[in-house]
């Protein structure tokens, strides 16, 4: 499942007139930088969820011919991260998913990140698995940072720290059930982050590269900078 529903505000005005996800950055829309690895990783279905300018997005998905697209519509109501998968749940299924941000943009290093999420995933001892990347090799980040990670892997949030040195890059692979579990609508994919963390069952893998994330018009334009100069 790709997230492409937000309302864009902090790229406004660019997202006055066209949803986020089909910003350009050097040329393409922000949405096919994972797109595109997705469907080259293995993806024959991707399921997007759509809000803001929702038919400009459905009719750009439209005309890709290289995966099954479906849509699921927040038209009527953003349901944020958890509630927007639950929402799709009769499009998803029950088997774990990956799940994908759609302002994310990244010069890879190494072994193809989405490959190693997918060697990484262990439904044995995970209940999700995550892209985290050190503060350095980040840009477009305004936080603190998001998690500690131990030498097996898993992965503890900064809580009442300062600061953590990984930024979650939120590409994941995750088990669904506890999202369609929860009781209630409306709801963020971190409190699922948060309970896998009580238990150990959150974990991490850490990419190679440069990751960044397309959130405001300063974010796009360092972005633009970084892939026009090859990293």
């Not at 993806?43 to 697209?69: F, K, P, S, T």
């Not at 029950?94 to 190693?116: F, K, Q, T």
């Amino acid at each position: 499942m790709v997230m492409a529903a937000g309302l864009g505000k902090r790229m406004r005005p660019l997202t006055d007139t066209r949803p986020k996800a089909l910003i350009e950055v050097a040329g393409k829309p922000l949405i096919d930088y994972v797109l595109d690895p997705l469907i080259a990783a293995g993806a024959q279905r991707v399921v997007v969820n759509v809000h803001a300018h929702a038919d400009q997005l459905e009719a750009y998905l439209a005309r890709r011919n290289d995966a099954e697209i479906l849509i699921s519509d927040e038209r009527a109501r953003l349901m944020e991260t958890g509630g927007g998968v639950k929402q799709a749940r009769a499009l998803l299924g029950e088997a774990p998913i990956w799940i994908a941000n759609s302002d994310y943009v990244w010069i890879a290093d190494g072994e193809p990140p989405l490959s190693l999420l997918a060697r990484t995933w262990n439904p044995a001892r995970m209940d999700a698995c995550v892209i985290v990347t050190p503060k350095a090799r980040t840009l477009g980040f305004d936080t603190p940072g998001d998690f500690f990670q131990a030498p097996d892997g898993s992965l503890t949030h900064r809580g009442a720290a300062a600061e953590a040195p990984l930024h979650c890059f939120g590409i994941q692979i995750i088990d669904p059930r506890a999202i369609y579990a929860d009781p209630r609508e409306v709801f963020s994919l971190f409190d699922i982050w948060y309970a896998a963390t009580q238990t150990h069952r959150m974990f991490g893998v850490q990419p190679g590269g440069l990751w960044m994330q397309v959130g405001d018009p300063r974010a796009l334009a360092e972005a633009e900078a970084r892939l026009t100069a090859g990293g």
